[in-house]
């Protein structure tokens, strides 16, 4: 397998210590076994079903004249776990770290967070291949939305094959993958990792925890000939998305199944309200609501202004509040200036008697001096 230069693509070991870091780190880790192998059967079963037709939109009318000035950072933790199964990439020079020329206007960067589960190697080969998926597109960066869906299809069959290949490489992974292209932020999510945009101090969800017993997911999960027992997928696994886990009998197969790899996606025009991004595996949001992590970093950020130290932040408070898995989390500021002070603007608000009103007030007070 080859390194990628310029991606951070990290999944910590086993050791209790927590990591920060500033991306990019050209170091990312390698494995023989997970080899890249494109096939004519991964163009075949890469369909897109309902995602990429209709992708799910949140839009508001952004000033022409605002682009992102990114800055990123990211924190993982072992927690209480035995294992570490969480992995990340931040990349804030996408296209030319990945070798491309540059011809959108603004900011080109990738994010993503990956849980894995039985294992760390498909969290760490979806970290180390889904970019690649991405920028490989000939169509790249038009289309974004079919290209994005498709590179979660085309990473899920290519984990496969590298399965066939070394049967201890079984495992799974969800996966959020964030880009940012000029204005346009795009949101890809597969699992119960999530995306929480922060703008004007409100937390906007840019995705969706695909749970089993959420009612959009049982019914595909049933219609795919799957069911839901006590919250789990057949019984055995507590997302309804994932990337991996082909070694699971009767969740996956070429021809479909319950557990699917397709991503739900969510975009919006980035404005000068946008302050940042907060993107975390499911340990973080275990502890956390979306507008409490907000407001949480928030805070942080208007203290010291560091995404990286905001990151590690939130992976700490989550710690503290006693969350019991893997911690990953990555905070990508959109503005050069920490979040400005909310100040709610007080209502004036008229009071006034009438004449009548006056008069009976006179007469209540006159009876009291009688």
Same mark, same amino acid.
């Given at each position: 397998m080859e390194e990628i230069e310029g991606v951070n693509c990290c999944s910590e070991s086993e050791s209790r210590s927590s990591s920060v870091t500033r991306p990019p780190n050209p170091n990312p880790p390698s494995y023989r076994q997970c080899k890249l192998v494109r096939h004519a059967s991964l163009k075949m079963n890469t369909k897109l079903s309902d995602v990429s037709a209709e992708p799910e939109h949140v839009t508001e009318d952004c000033q022409s004249d605002f682009f992102p000035m990114l800055r990123s950072g990211a924190c993982t933790d072992i927690g209480f776990?035995?294992?570490?199964?969480?992995?990340?990439?931040?990349?804030?020079?996408?296209?030319?770290?990945y070798g491309l020329k540059n011809h959108i206007d603004g900011p080109s960067a990738f994010y993503g967070v990956f849980d894995g589960h039985g294992g760390k190697h498909a969290a760490d080969f979806a970290c180390l291949h889904l970019p690649k998926f991405i920028v490989d597109d000939k169509d790249f960066p038009r289309d974004i939305e079919r290209i994005v869906a498709s590179a979660f299809l085309q990473a899920d069959n290519a984990f496969a094959e590298a399965c066939s290949l070394d049967a201890a490489l079984a495992s799974g992974t969800t996966a959020l993958a964030t880009l940012v292209i000029g204005r346009l932020l795009v949101v890809a999510n597969?699992?119960?990792? &999530?995306?929480?945009?922060? &703008?004007?101090?409100?937390?906007?969800?840019? !995705? &969706?925890?695909?749970?089993?017993?959420?009612?959009?997911?049982?019914?595909?999960?049933?219609?795919?000939?799957?069911?839901?027992?006590?919250?789990?997928?057949?019984?055995?696994?507590?997302?309804?998305?994932?990337?991996?886990?082909?070694?699971?009998?009767?969740?996956? !197969?070429?021809?479909?199944?319950? *557990?699917?790899?397709?991503?739900? *996606?969510?975009?919006?025009? *980035?404005?000068?309200?946008?302050?940042? *991004?907060?993107?975390?595996?499911?340990?973080?949001?275990?502890?956390?609501?979306?507008?409490?992590?907000?407001?949480?970093?928030?805070? &942080?950020?208007?203290?010291?202004?560091?995404?990286?130290?905001?990151?590690?932040?939130?992976?700490?408070?989550?710690?503290?509040?006693?969350?019991g898995d893997n911690l990953a989390a990555v905070v990508v500021c959109f503005q050069q200036q920490p979040p400005p002070n909310l100040v709610a603007p007080r209502s004036r608000v008229q009071r006034s008697f009438s004449a009548e009103g006056l008069k009976e007030l006179q007469s209540f007070l006159d009876s009291l001096g009688n």
């Open positions: 776990r035995s294992n570490m199964e969480d992995a990340y990439v931040c990349v804030d020079n996408f296209m030319e770290d597969a699992g119960d990792c &999530r995306a929480v945009l922060c &703008r004007r101090g409100k937390a906007i969800e840019m !995705s &969706r925890d695909h749970k089993p017993g959420c009612n959009k997911e049982k019914k595909r999960i049933e219609a795919s000939g799957g069911y839901v027992y006590d919250g789990y997928l057949n019984g055995q696994l507590n997302v309804a998305r994932a990337l991996g886990d082909w070694h699971m009998e009767g969740m996956k !197969s070429k021809d479909g199944g319950p *557990l699917t790899a397709e991503p739900e *996606l969510m975009t919006t025009k *980035l404005t000068a309200e946008d302050e940042f *991004l907060i993107i975390g595996c499911d340990g973080i949001w275990d502890v956390f609501r979306s507008q409490n992590a907000v407001d949480f970093a928030r805070r &942080r950020l208007q203290e010291h202004n560091d995404p990286a130290m905001c990151s590690k932040d939130l992976v700490d408070e989550a710690l503290k509040r006693k969350s």
